[in-house]
């Protein structure tokens, strides 16, 4: 049987009852309705309903049920729910209930304009929240030079070693084939003016002062800069941050400074590491590839590479391990109190993370070529 | 209201994790328009069991059977058929919080039916105003207090007219008059929708207030210690571990 609603008038012309007969449910949509908003207009003042033939009901029928309960109200139409099955009047009541609505609504359409002043004013949200951590980390690293930082001695050695020895596979992996991918690229140009053996120059001089550093940095930002911003967030969540500062301890001393103090301590080390595997990649193309002698290719890297060079690389890798660990930390310790907000800390960090280290890499560059180093 | 037909038939389950058997040979009815209440001491498995109730986790040994029908030896599609028959409200409300109150509402309805997307948004808001969050659609789950978290998972809990509904310790975390006042629509719902309501808590008010039938899970034994209506078992329970449960006393002695 299909669900049928028939209208019916009384004799004098102010009464509509609707009779409601087989299953109204969501599997037996759609329903075909008598056009009640013209039946309701025609003098009627007060609605019944009849469902004794009603077989089934859910919440289809209560949308139905609901509209035309509200379009008679708002015509003055008294409603007589006595017809309907006690279910629907409970669930009817239920709905008519007043809530309260705070003033803020969450609304998720804005204007063009609307948008701009949102996305500025997150913007000056955020520079004043990286002012205020780094003056925090500042204060921090004050009060562990003193002595006076509360934090665990073994936290900060498993970092260490989380971020030092533990990033080694991957750094080694992607340095080799960096080095690699310069040497082939640089050795095709080279080789039309016979100058096969400055492929040695190329990759030694790249490696140190900037792939090395660079590529270190970039991995850890990823690897271990997301892992703080995803661990300090999730923390945050659980409230454990809130724990710590109720038993008077600073989060900062016990969560952060471990942390970057890890990360800028190895990362340097993971530089020179990522240094060397590098000039080795480069070595391989230059052996196998380019037929240079390797006592050959050895030599023309020493004389290619200067100390200076090399502290080039080794001042820049402490900087991304600080802007690295900076990141992190800062989108993590103000990361939001829910699951997604962990997720958009994380993003948040490493894409923060990568853009600070190539705008201080542009800067250094440009920096140390005017000191003429 | 007279309940006789039984929805959920538990025969001789055990519940385990890998080795270590949490329960065993727990056998109980529920029965259809019910409101079924699982008790116990913290840890004792009452989150388990609801756990494999609603078909999250397989029984280490024995039968869940819905309507007759044996849950476990049903095929993948047949198994996710009958838990869609079944709402959840999880104790936190286990809101997406990517998504607003009204997308946590209508995705249900958006994966199991063909309903066009005004009439899906018109159920998400008659399901918002049975739970008094009407108006509050488009609010984010972190905008919003941890009770009315609590009322959008169960209007998306019950977005699809299920059957059953089951609940995860609704009262914790909610203060006296929240709590009351979430016993009170669980009972209108009950009342209004038909559906039948399980729900783990060890609030004795909620208990009292709402258990037709309940279950006591022991923590020492691994087994259930009785079942039956709370306010019979207070009085005449076998088990003197239930009596003092249920009458949240430390002296009732055999």
């Given amino acids: 049987m299909n669900p049928e609603c028939v209208s019916q008038i009384n004799d004098d012309g102010d009464a509509l009852s609707l009779c409601f007969s087989g299953p109204w449910t969501i599997s037996t949509l759609p329903f075909s309705l008598p056009d009640v908003p013209s039946l309701l207009t025609d003098g009627i003042s007060s609605l019944y309903f009849n469902t004794d033939r009603l077989e089934q009901w859910d919440s289809a029928f209560l949308v139905e049920i609901s509209a035309i309960t509200e379009m008679a109200a708002e015509l003055g139409i008294t409603v007589v729910t006595d017809g309907l099955p006690d279910g629907i009047r409970k669930l009817l009541r239920l709905t008519r209930k007043k809530t309260v609505i705070p003033p803020s609504s969450n609304s ?28 925090d980390i500042f204060l921090a690293y004050i009060r562990f030079f003193t002595g006076r930082a509360r934090y665990l001695k073994k936290d900060f050695t498993f970092f260490l070693f989380d971020c030092g020895p533990q990033a080694l596979p991957i750094i080694t992996l992607i340095s080799f ?28 001089l790249t490696m140190t002062r900037e792939m090395g550093p660079m590529m270190a940095a970039i991995i850890m930002a990823g690897r271990t ?28 001393d016990f969560l952060v400074l471990p942390r970057m103090t890890a990360l800028i301590l190895m990362m340097p080390l993971l530089a020179i590491c990522s240094d060397f595997i590098g000039i080795v990649g480069g070595f391989f193309i230059g052996c196998f590839s380019l037929d240079i002698s390797p006592i050959l290719y050895y030599e023309q890297t020493i004389k290619a590479v200067h100390l200076n060079h090399f502290l080039v690389g080794m001042i820049k890798s402490v900087v991304f391990g ?29 894409v923060t993370s990568i853009v600070l280290i190539v705008i201080t890499d542009a800067g250094f560059t440009f920096f140390f070529n005017v000191l003429g180093i | 209201m007279t309940h006789s037909e039984a929805l959920i038939t538990v025969d001789n389950l055990t519940m385990a994790y890998g080795d270590f058997v949490l329960q065993k040979e727990l056998s109980f009815t529920i029965r259809k328009g019910s409101i079924f209440t699982i008790m116990g001491e913290s840890g004792c498995g009452k989150s388990t069991l609801l756990r494999h109730l609603t078909g999250l986790k397989r029984p280490a040994a024995g039968d869940i059977m819905y309507n007759g029908i044996n849950f476990w030896k049903q095929p993948l599609k047949k198994r996710v058929q009958l838990m869609q028959k079944s709402g959840v409200l999880y104790q936190s409300g286990a809101l997406w919080s990517s998504m607003t109150i009204g997308e946590n509402v209508a995705l249900p309805l958006q994966q199991f039916t063909d309903l066009t997307e005004d009439l899906i948004r018109e159920i998400v808001e008659i399901k918002l105003a049975l739970v008094g969050l009407k108006g509050f659609s488009s609010y984010l789950p972190s905008a919003i207090s941890g009770g009315m978290k609590k009322r959008a998972g169960l209007a998306r809990a019950i977005a699809l007219d299920p059957e059953i509904v089951f609940f995860d310790e609704p009262s914790a975390g909610l203060d006296p008059i929240s709590s009351k006042m ?73």
């Fill in chain 1, 108 to 135: 998720l359409e804005s204007g063009l304009f609307e948008e701009i002043g949102k996305q500025s004013l997150a913007l000056v949200k955020e520079s004043v929240q990286m002012l205020t951590f780094t003056g």
């Fill in chain 1, 177 to 204: 084939l960096v080095g690699f991918t310069l040497a082939f690229i640089g050795a095709v140009q080279l080789k039309m003016f016979g100058a096969d053996i400055y492929v040695a120059n190329l990759v030694g």
């Fill in chain 1, 225 to 252: 800069g997301a892992s703080y911003a995803a661990q300090l967030g999730t923390m945050q969540v659980n409230e454990e941050v809130d724990a710590l500062q109720t038993m008077g301890i600073n989060p900062l």
């Fill in chain 1, 322 to 350: 600080y802007l690295v660990a900076f990141c992190g930390c800062l989108k993590g310790m103000n990361c939001g109190r829910s699951a997604d907000s962990v997720g958009k800390a994380t993003t948040s960090a490493v």
């Fill in chain 2, 182 to 254: 979430l016993d009170d629509l669980i009972l209108e719902l009950r009342d209004s929708l038909g559906a039948t309501i399980v729900i783990v808590t060890h609030e004795l008010a909620s208990i009292f207030a709402l258990a037709d039938d309940s279950i006591f899970l022991d923590t020492e034994t691994r087994t259930m210690l009785a079942t039956g209506n709370p306010r019979i078992l207070a009085k005449n329970s076998d088990s003197s571990k239930v009596r003092q449960f249920l009458s949240r006393s430390t002296s009732v002695r055999d």
